[in-house]
């Protein structure tokens, strides 16, 4: 997976001499459900995308920094490495493998904000979206809501556009998923790619 994050990130960066990439960059910072887990990278939310900013003709380049099992710690610690490049636009997404694994929503909100500052600090200028998550219920009603909790406040207290929940429609649909009950199927990454552009083309435009 590590060889296949770096691919993934280094690829663009290449060009001809004379053919340098103007456009800006958008990258989505996640753990296995940006990553495209268990279907084709063409196929994963993030290279929908790509397509979708083709079709409208906006000067932007998707980077999918996703890696499975990634949790908030995870990414606070590999942030920076992102950040090596100029990030125009970041669409944060994790903070579901926190809940999974039982962690305090304040522990997974303390990191999120973490990183929100660093990309604030290496430009200050960035476009922010910050993908939400929940818990299924059979975790408790007060860690669900905890959780849940955790997103709006960071969307407020920084400003940030917030997509409430990134698996809205997807989320508990057997059809839509893999056999995990976790992963949405291509079927699935294209209706998320179709709601995540709701709320991402606002940003892209001038």
Known sequence: MLRRLLLLFFLPLLALP????????????????????GVDLDEAFPALIQKRIDAAGLPWRVVNAGLSGETTAGGRRRIDWVLKQRVDCLVLELGGNDGLRGLAPKLTQANLQAIIDRVRAANPRVRLLLAGMM??????????????????????????????????GVG?????????????????????????????EPLLKP
Not at 19 to 36: H, K, M, N, W
Not at 183 to 198: D, L, M, N, R, S
């Open 135 to 168: 818990m299924p219920p059979n975790f408790g009603e007060e860690q669900t809501r905890e959780f849940a909790a955790i997103y709006p406040a960071l969307a407020e207290k920084n400003h940030l556009a917030l997509i409430p929940f990134l698996l809205e």
């Open 18 to 37: 004379g053919a340098a990439d103007e456009r800006r960059t958008v990258v989505f910072f996640g753990d296995s459900l940006t990553a495209g887990y």
């Open 172 to 200: 508990g649909r057997t059809e839509l998923n893999k056999s995990d009950g976790i992963h949405p199927t291509a079927q699935g990454h294209a209706i998320v790619a179709g709601h995540v552009w709701k709320y991402l």
